[in-house]
């Protein structure tokens, strides 16, 4: 069992940065792989970017995300970050970070994730 307790949603403006945490806690999550997805209202949710808690292996579906999305971690602290930079309007989302063990074409699938977080809102007004 894992519990996941997301911080750090807001408002910003266009072109500003921001830093989303999930801070983790349960058995053995050095064996999960992290992942952040987001969600506009009425869609599916989406897969941004995924890491396993003992890799540095980055999964992502579009170049665009890997360039102003960077997803990190903090031992210690049990704790992934999502950096976002160069804000645009259409970031505007619900935020999630989820674990699972995952591999394959399943790392960005959001069923198939078990554990997530509660979602942090994160608005760039146009």
């Known amino acids: 069992q894992v519990t996941l307790v997301e911080s750090g949603g807001g408002l910003v403006q266009t072109g500003g940065s921001l830093r989303i945490s999930c801070a983790a806690s349960?058995?053995?999550?050095?064996?999960?792989?992290m992942a952040w997805f987001r969600q506009a209202p009425g869609k599916e949710r989406e897969f941004v970017q995924g890491?396993?808690?003992?890799?540095?292996?980055?999964?992502y579906r579009e170049s665009s995300v890997k360039d102003r999305f960077t997803i990190s971690r903090n031992f210690a602290e049990n704790t992934v970050y999502l950096q976002i930079d160069s804000l645009k309007p259409e970031d505007t989302d619900v935020y999630y970070c989820?674990?699972?063990?995952?591999?394959?074409?399943?790392?960005?699938?959001?069923?198939?994730?078990?554990?997530w977080g509660q979602g942090t809102q994160v608005t760039v007004p146009s």
């Open positions: 349960g058995r053995e999550i050095d064996t999960y792989l």
């Open positions: 989820a674990w699972g063990r995952v591999f394959g074409m399943h790392i960005y699938t959001g069923a198939k994730y078990p554990y």
């Open positions: 890491m396993r808690w003992t890799e540095d292996t980055l999964f």
